[in-house]
């Protein structure tokens, strides 16, 4: 069974504070593994995927196999990035995506 | 083309009565998924199509639900008989054969009373 944990319902930082979103996985497998981000009334979307190793708008995900880990980073936090945070991860067979909690992230100016 | 849609957005009804969702991909996408999300809580998958074949289907699919994706292109997800505990966000999503990415639509919100 595969698994996405979100510890933190809510996570409210001042502009310009540095974020990080938690998130924890368990899988049997190889785990692929996103962040999905829905902004006030917008759909969800996609932010990053680990294998692209990108950052987009600021933020950063490192995979750590060890921890099990794939915490969301930015340095420092703008008030537009105030959203619904998702963790996901997708089983080896590419058909099912197991969302975490989501974690709402508030940035006070 | 622009991406996935939701019909209708919003539905209430009565415990016990039928409802149906459509739900319409990213026209060149062949994967299509059903998530639900309550209040306070992530989507959970439900059910997955590639073409028109339904392959995987969540536990959290009971017999009342079925969904069809009769051609491989639009879907849809049909709730019968009704319960309080159906009420919840239903979300569609699609993605292409190539690429992992899902792309959403803006869901369906059910109330059931």
């Known amino acids: 069974a595969q698994r996405v944990t979100q510890p933190e319902k809510l996570l409210s930082v001042f502009k310009g504070a540095p974020v990080e979103l938690k998130c924890n996985y368990s899988y049997s497998g190889s785990p692929e593994l996103f962040w999905y981000v829905q902004y006030s009334r917008q759909r969800l979307q996609l932010l990053l995927r680990?294998?692209s190793r990108e950052s987009i708008k600021g933020f950063t995900a490192d995979l750590n196999k060890g921890e099990t880990s794939f915490h969301l980073k930015k340095p420092f936090a703008q008030e537009e990035d105030s959203a619904m945070y998702y963790c996901?991860?997708?089983?080896?067979?590419?058909?099912?995506?197991?969302f975490g909690g989501g974690t709402r992230l508030m940035v006070k100016p | 083309d622009t991406g996935v849609s939701q019909d209708p957005r919003h539905k209430i009804t009565k415990r016990g009565q039928n409802v149906t969702f459509r739900c319409d991909p990213i026209s060149e996408h062949n994967r299509l998924y059903w998530y639900r999300q309550t209040l306070g809580q992530g989507p959970e998958f439900l059910t997955y199509f590639q073409n028109e074949a339904q392959l995987e289907k969540s536990r959290l699919l009971s017999d009342r639900f079925s969904a069809e994706r009769p051609k491989g292109s639009f879907s849809t997800l049909e709730i019968q008989r009704t319960e309080q505990g159906d009420s919840a966000m239903y979300l569609c999503a699609s993605r292409s054969e190539s690429y992992e990415e899902q792309y959403f639509g803006p869901g369906t919100r059910l109330t059931v009373t």
């Open positions: 680990h294998i």
């Open positions: 996901a991860l997708l089983n080896n067979a590419g058909n099912m995506l197991t």
